[in-house]
């Protein structure tokens, strides 16, 4: 018989118990979570029975309280409170108290509290995307992509992954230090400030909290006051998931506030992640200088896509509607600037034209409509200053999406899906971020002048491609600058999340998600040790220790040759110097050194 026929026999053996333990379901215990008053059968109570309008005159930071309401309706929601600075720091002080524990415990049980999150989510996904949609307008579909399937996809790479990239990583020791070891160490480094924005408020909230935890580290996140009521409902998640394994309370916290709470929380935290608009980015490096915190910015975008005459038009149509109209902009990438080449421009915007006219706009809710309400107040009226201005430049309307009927009590809070053509970069719409629905499409001739468009922005978040040729997609997508590249798809990248998600330019540094995220929750340790102690230690050599010897430069400079000398018999010359220098320490030692 072989030898190698009982490996074979082993190795079937092995997968087939690997097979039969994946039949075995985990035991995850469920957690209850209190959603009575979150339920839309529920909004109808006294507390949210009106229509919310905003104080005239004055912001609403001037009321102390964070003011909640359904941006498609209005319908009011409640309001939480907007802490002072004192009680900020006394929120981070408590994390950081939990967070001395939590460091302590073990990956196991890390993953079992992600286990129980995931079971959660899929059990409650419904829950999970009406809340997220009351609170931004968006539609069902629009959150159970980016909020459900882009925060399991997360959870199951840290079940999956997390541990190994988290371990000591051992590394080279070079050739001086031949009997060291060497590794990187990743510890927590305390408690993580986030601030996230309103557009996605599940994920917003779930994508730095599952980082910062799993890495041993407690996390204080600020919510955006255009999405508090469902942030703080998700919060109650995340507590019910921690009590159930025994975490110590405070670990997580989520705090509701304007400016001032957001100041304050970068000047309490050890690591500040932000995503949110370039200028306030801007902000929030000036205040993380004052006490050296590092920070992580995830700015504007404004991603080029990219459309060349060899694609399949009828389907790149499809993806960018999708991607660019649908849930007023509120894409985690969204294409802003169009530009097709100049073979397919006029059957490009046909398709497209055909789609937008099936778009309407509405109530999410509802069930009918394919775009949802445009979260911010008094945003529909910066989208359509960015369209006049482009009109007046001589751009042109290639269609507008409908309205359904917005029942009586609607407010003016949409947009419709609209499609500019004959745009150029002298109008603001391609220079600006929009986040909004609309899809300015612009004509290029080669592969050079699509790439010079494409650079020709202070945002470079990310790009998508899409061409007949992999290998020419891929060969303009390598010369675009930017973080995230799609080859003929959009957005598919954030699914992916072993890969890291960030930005270059106006659209900010650092990233998230994959290997780079997760160890950038960490402090980076570099440790070196002996391999064979303690038999072989350093020691230093006797011609340079104190006081040194005469000759202690030519020792260094024949130890310098004889470790890196690119010629072999240079550095075996060397050796036989350094090893006179070693035994013989009467004699100065004189070297005939080659020219070279």
Known sequence: MPFWWPLIVLAFAYAICRFLLMLIPPNVPSIDVDASDVLAHGKDTEENSFIYIPPRGRSQQSDKKVQCYEPATMKYLGYFPALSPAEVKERVTLSRKAQKTWAQSSFKLRRQFLRILLKYIIEHQELICEVSSRDTGKTMVDASLGEIMTTCEKITWLLSEGERWLKPEYRSSGRAMLHKVSRVEFHPLGVIGAI?????????????????????????????????????????????ALAAVGAPENLVDVITGF?????????????????????????????????????????????????????????????????????????????????????????FISQVTKIVKSVSAGPPLSGRYDMGAICLQEHSENLQSLVNDALDKGAEIAVRGSFGHLGEDAVDQYFPPTVLINVNHNMKIMKEEAFGPIMPIMQFSTDEEVIKLANDSRYALGCAVFSGSQRRAKQIASQIQCGVAAINDFASNYMCQSLPFGGVKDSGFGRFAGIEGLRACCLVKSVVEDRFWPLIKTKIPKPIQYPVAENAFEFQEALVETLYGLNIWDRLRSLIDVLKFLTDQSSHVSRTRKSH
């Open 259 to 347: 400016a001032e709470t957001g100041e304050a929380l970068v000047s309490s935290v050890d690591k500040m992640i932000f995503v949110g608009s370039t200028a306030v980015g801007k902000m929030i490096m000036r205040n993380a200088a004052e006490t050296l915190t590092p920070v992580t910015l995830e700015l504007g975008g404004k991603d080029a896509f990219i459309i060349c005459e060899d694609a399949d038009v009828s389907h790149v149509a499809q993806v960018a509607v999708r991607g660019t109209l649908q849930s007023s902009g509120q894409n985690c990438a969204g294409a802003e600037r169009f530009y097709v080449h100049k073979d397919i421009y006029t059957s």
């Open 196 to 240: 996230v924005p309103w557009n996605y408020p599940f994920h917003n909230i779930f994508n730095p909290m599952l980082a910062a935890v799993f890495s041993g580290n407690g996390i204080v996140i600020k919510v955006s006051e255009h999405a508090s009521w469902s942030g703080c409902f998700y919060f109650r998640i995340i507590q019910a």
